[in-house]
């Protein structure tokens, strides 16, 4: 990890939930990151991108040679991915609060556009749930029963403001599928993103290490 970055537990906390999407769930490639019934990857924790780089440079969207100028002046890979330097990478992230309602918008232009087999999964930290547009997003989409849509929380115990229940129930209140699961565990979180939810969003809460 080069240049000034203060987000590393951001990066840390997301790897092995970025890792297990991208190698068994994802239907996405190097060499199909324009085809249209690709699943899309939104990373709403933008501010923490370097597992994620580190996930795109193994799968082969991009030179690993590329990591080690990690924040660099020269470098693509900045503090905060963007689409348009960086391949594989579907929205320019960082700012909380936006990952989720545009995985609403995306799911949501899919199903107008007839192509029922993408999905779309994006990952949030729960610090985001802070966020009211994270709210909006989470009811409008269980209203409207967006089946493609995919949500990932990376729970550090971040979040200034928590719910009777967990996370997981503010989802569920508005007809969301849940699954709560241990985010160091590969076969829970495989387990977890596969889990069928007919006609409603699903959301995986992946538990990780408080952040210190």
Do not use: C
């Not at 991208?22 to 085809?35: F, I, K, M, T």
């Not at 590329?66 to 960086?86: E, I, K, M, N, T």
């Not at 993408?118 to 749930?129: F, P, S, T």
């Amino acid at each position: 990890m080069t240049g000034d970055e203060k987000h590393g537990p951001a990066a840390t906390s997301t790897l092995d939930v970025v890792w297990v999407l991208y190698d068994r769930v994802l239907r996405v490639s190097a060499e199909g990151v324009e085809a249209p019934e690709r699943d899309r990857f939104l990373l709403s924790k933008g501010h923490g991108p370097m597992a994620y780089y580190a996930v795109l440079a193994a799968k082969g969207f991009f030179p690993e040679s590329l990591l080690a100028g990690f924040g660099g002046y020269d470098s693509p890979l900045g503090h905060h991915p963007d689409r348009v330097l960086v391949p594989g990478v579907e929205i320019s992230s960082g700012s909380l609060g936006h990952g989720l309602p545009l995985a609403v918008g995306s799911a949501l232009g899919l199903r107008a556009r007839g192509l029922s087999g993408a999905a779309v999964w994006v990952l949030i930290g729960d610090a985001e749930l802070d966020e009211g547009s994270d709210h909006e997003a989470i009811a409008y989409a269980g209203a409207v029963g967006l089946e493609r849509l995919h949500a990932v929380v990376v729970d550090n115990a971040s979040a200034s403001h928590g719910r009777p229940g967990g996370i997981a129930a503010r989802f569920e209140a508005a007809g969301w599928s849940t699954a709560t699961v241990d985010g160091r565990d590969h076969q829970a979180l495989y387990e977890a993103y596969t889990a069928p939810h007919p006609g409603r969003p699903h959301v995986v809460v992946a538990r990780v290490e408080a952040k210190v």
